[in-house]
């Protein structure tokens, strides 16, 4: 049984203050939860992040990682950066990075490389627009982004992925897929992972869904059998609502 995974992504919100504020107001209130609840915040609030939850069994993580060791990149983060603020994850590939950055499969691929490398684990994030869904190309979409995105996978390597299937279209737009749409393309990212790696492998690896989930939808959607949780954008703002998610898987 794959545990359900609650992960928050704050996205560009919340000063250090801010998110000390929100975590000292929420730990108490997941108490009596059953998941793993993350969250992926600013690079800024991590630290204070890592010790707002110190004695929680809340994990910490970043939202974007550079491949590169070290180097001449005017605004971008290292592994080794990441790993001693305290991140134990990070967000690789969401949507707003490959169509605000243009961040490219390629790209991604070197970053999830490098973050398992450095001993980070990582959430992959992958999924198609909403002109993809309408021209019939979603699988497609979703076939040639594990392929781009995803290195060669040891072994040991596979417990330290998760991957975020989040359509774009339903991203931020209050618009959530439906639990049977979003199982559907859960059911072929794991039949696919399957065809790379063998289908023992490919069930170890968690699969959550994203975009526009919230307390109304989030049971139903959490209920299907190849969603093990939840990425979780606008609703993981506020502590009492996102506990509420964090609650009812
Ligand atoms: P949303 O964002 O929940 O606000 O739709 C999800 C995400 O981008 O990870």
């Not at 001993?119 to 781009?148: H, Y």
């Not at 749409?181 to 039949?191: K, N, S, V």
């Amino acid at each position: 049984m794959r545990k359900k995974v609650i992960a928050g992504n704050w996205k560009m919100f919340k000063t250090v203050a801010e998110a000390r504020s929100f975590l000292t107001a929420f730990i108490p209130l997941v108490e009596g939860s059953s998941a793993q609840v993350l969250f992926a915040v600013p690079f800024t609030a991590l630290h204070a992040a890592v010790q707002a939850v110190a004695g929680s069994k809340i994990v910490i993580g970043a939202q974007n990682m550079h491949d590169a060791k070290e180097g001449a990149f005017t605004g971008e983060i290292s592994s080794s950066m990441l790993k001693e603020a305290g991140a134990q994850f990070v967000l690789l590939g969401h949507s707003e990075r490959r169509a605000i950055f243009h961040e490219s499969n390629e790209f991604i691929q070197r970053k999830v490389k490098s973050a398992l490398a450095a001993g980070i684990k990582v959430i992959l994030c992958i999924g198609e627009s909403e002109s993809e869904r309408e021209a019939g190309k979603t699988e497609e979409v979703l076939r040639a982004q594990l392929d781009g995105s995803l290195p060669e996978m040891q072994f040991a390597d596979l417990d330290q992925l998760t991957i975020a299937y989040e359509p774009v279209w339903a991203i931020g737009t209050g618009k959530s897929a439906t639990a049977a749409m979003a199982q559907e393309a859960h059911r072929f990212c794991r039949m696919h992972l399957g065809k790379k790696w063998g289908e023992e492998r490919a069930r170890r690896v968690a699969l959550l869904y994203g975009g526009s989930v919230k307390p109304e939808n989030c049971k139903e959607i959490l209920a299907q059998p190849d969603i093990d949780g939840a990425l979780v954008g606008g609703a993981s703002l506020d502590p009492q609502v996102f506990a509420k998610i964090a609650l009812s898987s």
